[in-house]
T-cell receptor, first 116, second 113 residues
């Protein structure tokens, strides 16, 4: 069965320091993986996606994530945090090879705080 | 393109009242879905549709109905509101083949007293 675990519910960093948001997944097939961002009182926006091409995926706003099959991980990183990065981040897995019953599995989210 | 629009933005209902949350998209997406977002519980899928005339239940469908008469519109109906339905509701759409790449509306914050 599919599952997604975001290992930290809250992460706090200082502005200008690196960001690491951790995501582990479980999938029986070849998954697609996504990160979404939700700024306070806003809808969700796709940050980046992995769909079996390059394992290092670049997204918007300087974020990137690396798909590591051996570790079943898809951690989100950014070299230098900006105040505007403060938001909720969701890791999502989609099983692409299970026919029409494919569905998205959402992690519970990681709240990122950026301190001046 | 307006993307995905939702109305209303805020709503307060009394227990037992009914209402419809509206959702529309102008991207010709086949796939549309409704989620609710509650603190500490992430996003939970209520109902979804893979095209006009086709709907199916998600993981938390009880107390909600949907219909999809056109590609553009996917309203969510609360039949008899309960305090447990207090939540933020998001509508999303995507192309069927790219269901992970969803476009979200701005959300409706619903309070049931």
């Amino acid at each position: 069965a599919q599952s997604v675990t975001q290992l930290d519910s809250h992460v706090s960093v200082s502005e200008g320091t690196p960001v690491l948001l951790r995501c582990n997944y479980s999938s029986s097939y070849s998954p697609s993986l996504f990160w979404y961002v939700q700024h306070p009182n806003k809808g969700l926006q796709l940050l980046l996606k992995y769909t079996s091409a390059a394992t290092l995926v670049k997204g918007i706003n300087g974020f990137e994530a690396e798909f590591k099959k051996s570790e079943t991980s898809f951690h989100l990183t950014k070299p230098s945090a900006h105040m505007s990065d403060a938001a909720e981040y969701f890791c999502v897995v989609s099983d692409l090879n299970a026919g029409n019953n494919r569905k998205l599995i959402w992690g519970l989210g990681t709240s990122l705080a950026v301190n001046p | 393109n307006a993307g995905v629009t939702q109305t209303p933005k805020f709503q307060v209902l009394k227990t037992g009242q009914s209402m419809t949350l509206q959702c529309a998209q102008d991207m010709n997406h086949e796939y549309m879905s409704w989620y609710r977002q509650d603190p500490g519980m992430g996003l939970r899928l209520i109902h979804y549709s893979v095209g006009a005339g086709i709907t199916d239940q998600g993981e938390v469908p009880n107390g909600y109905n949907v219909s999809r008469s056109t590609t553009e519109d996917f309203p969510l109906r609360l039949l008899s509101a309960a305090p447990s339905q207090t939540s933020v509701y998001f509508c999303a759409s995507s192309f069927f083949r790219d269901r992970g790449e969803q476009y979200f509306g701005p959300g409706t914050r619903l309070t049931v007293t």
